[in-house]
């Protein structure tokens, strides 16, 4: 089991736990096909990364908003070895961190796709821009729909 909280190390890539309670809505949406943000129950702000309580209210009332998976390029990195070893097959590869049009306050990370299917270093770093428009797709790594993104 890993070390990192609510991540398991299974097949040497590190996923999330699925079964997290504060985070299990989150990934029931990407097996959907959705990307879900937690929104206040009380005051409705949204936030990212999901947690138990509000930090606009202190509100412990929750409930999920499905966006509309429309984003933007807020940064991104370009990760070489000494990765760990399941990376460091793929690298180099693209991690960006997107900013949903609905909220740019809400950031995702992911990586850019040339295509839904396609692979996270597939695209040419160099061709990356921030500000770019993308949109959520989902792909399937072991058990886990994981959010990544493809130009719009």
Known sequence: MSEV?????AGALLLPDLDDE???????????????VQAC???GAWRMPPRPMCPACQSLSVRW??????????SFIVPHPPLLPAYAELAPYNAIVVALDQDPTIRFVGNLLAAPNGAINEVDPA????GEPVRVVFQTV????LPRWVRR
Do not use: K, Y
């Open 5 to 9: 909280p609510g991540v398991s190390d």
């Open 22 to 36: 504060t985070s299990a809505e989150f990934w029931a949406g990407t097996a959907r096909g959705e990307l879900l």
């Open 65 to 74: 908003v499905e966006t509309n998976g429309n984003a933007s390029i807020w």
């Open 41 to 43: 129950g009380a005051c």
């Open 127 to 130: 061709t990356i821009q921030i």
């Open 142 to 145: 072991e058990d886990v729909a």
